[in-house]
């Protein structure tokens, strides 16, 4: 091999070192923004696992908030049941003494109050015509024949 011959291979040599640094360069330099485009990800990832974990703390404590609000609204619920329960008790018991006391009352009264509510009904309907009486059954309570009645009387 002459001269020349090896300088050429040296030249070669160069170049294709010369061409594998130029290629290790580029490489390096994909694995960084690989690498940074990666890190980015990471972090994305991770604001958003943040605000997930957020906003399911904001919505457990938005329904234990609408939980004690039910409970609230259902011992409410429980108490006006337990009086309501006691007023009809009350009622039933006033209504047998109104049966009682109706029993006790002359016939000649009850003819008289009710020829004084014929003529109520009469002087007060002047063309409105009849009064619709309330319908008590609608709330469903557990009330005798002679309750309603009276009821719907008042």
Do not use: C, V
């Not at 050429?8 to 580029?26: D, M, P, V």
């Not at 604001?47 to 259902?74: F, L, P, S, V, W």
């Not at 009352?105 to 002087?123: A, G, H, L, N, V």
């Amino acid at each position: 091999m002459t001269i020349n011959e090896k300088k050429e291979q040296i030249k070669e040599f160069e170049e294709l070192a010369y061409l594998q640094e130029i290629s290790l360069q580029n490489s390096k330099d994909l694995l960084e923004k690989d690498a940074e485009a990666f890190k980015q990800h990471i972090e994305k990832n991770k604001n958003e696992t943040r605000q997930a974990i957020k906003n399911a703390e904001d919505e457990t404590k938005a329904k234990q908030k609408k939980i004690q609000e039910m409970k609230q609204i259902q011992e409410d619920l429980s108490t006006l049941m337990s009086k309501n329960t006691k007023q009809l008790e009350k009622l039933e018991k006033l209504y047998t003494y109104k049966l009682f006391l109706d029993k006790l009352t002359p016939d000649e009264f009850w003819k008289k109050q009710t020829e004084t509510r014929r003529r109520i009904m009469t002087s007060s309907s002047n063309g409105d015509g009849p009064k619709e009486s309330f319908n008590w059954q609608i709330y469903n309570l557990n009330l005798s024949p002679g309750i309603l009645e009276l009821l719907n009387d008042k």
